[in-house]
T-cell receptor
Framework: ETGVTQTPRHLVMGMTNKKSLKCEQH?????MYWYKQSAKKPLELMFV???????ENNSVPSRFSPECPNSSHLFLHLHTLQPEDSALYLC????????????FGQGTRLTVV | RKEVEQDPGPFNVPEGATVAFNCTYS??????FFWYRQDCRKEPKLLMS???SGNEDGRFTAQLNRASQYISLLIRDSKLSDSATYLC???????????FGSGTQLTVLP
């Protein structure tokens, strides 16, 4: 059983659709992250939230919009995506930002058609 | 120099072998380091943390060389279940976010 839960596990969406990815952590952590993992590429950090405040936006296109209503929940809103956005999107949390290990959810495998 | 750079792999080793991976990092101010393991189509999971010169956990040993800015992971007596991708992780950047290496793929053969 994982302390970080992501839904949905799989998502297929058209380029004109709007969808949201959800992440919830039950570990009492203060920092939450969105990562993108494309085939044969290292994990790419997208966004960092620390105590609900966004502290990092790693030059992510505006078609990805994060939301962090509280320290336990993190969303990634998607709209007008491109096929190259197809990837595994991983949510993670850690006690604090930096220097502490992160715990990952199982990811959402996104396919944009 | 890349922020985190790992052995390219893949490593294919027989059961029972000893295998070592290296990882170099560019941020000399980093204080903590991590090795994660990622199975195929699964999420990364923490394998070991390294805060001082090294850490040992059963068959796994992680060593840190601050002067040369590299960390290594040694796996002794390899098992089939050790087959996975091993990710080197270093906090870096102004926000000290975790930066992942590209990973080293290990396959342990029967």
């Amino acid at each position: 059983e994982t302390g970080v839960t992501q839904t949905p596990r799989h998502l297929v969406m058209g380029m004109t659709n709007k969808k949201s990815l959800k992440c919830e952590q039950h570990l009492g952590h203060n920092a939450m992250y969105w990562y993108k993992q494309s085939a044969k590429k290292p994990l790419e950090l997208m966004f960092v939230y620390n105590f609900k405040e966004q502290t990092e936006n790693n030059s992510v296109p505006s078609r990805f919009s994060p939301e962090c209503p509280n320290s336990s929940h993190l969303f990634l809103h998607l709209h007008t995506l491109q096929p190259e956005d197809s990837a595994l999107y991983l949510c993670a949390s850690s006690e604090g930002q930096g220097h502490t290990e992160a715990f990952f959810g199982q990811g959402t495998r996104l396919t944009v058609v | 120099r890349k922020e985190v750079e790992q052995d390219p792999g893949p490593f294919n080793v027989p059961e029972g072998a000893t295998v070592a991976f290296n990882c170099t990092y560019s941020n000399s101010a980093s204080q903590s380091f991590f090795w994660y393991r990622q199975d195929c189509r699964k999420e990364p999971k923490l394998l070991m943390s390294v805060y001082s010169s090294g850490n040992e956990d059963g068959r796994f040993t992680a060593q840190l060389n601050r002067a040369s800015q590299y960390i290594s992971l040694l796996i002794r007596d390899s098992k089939l279940s050790d087959s996975a991708t091993y990710l080197c992780v270093v906090p870096s950047g102004s926000a000290r976010q975790l930066t992942f290496g590209s990973g080293t793929q290990l396959t342990v053969l029967p």
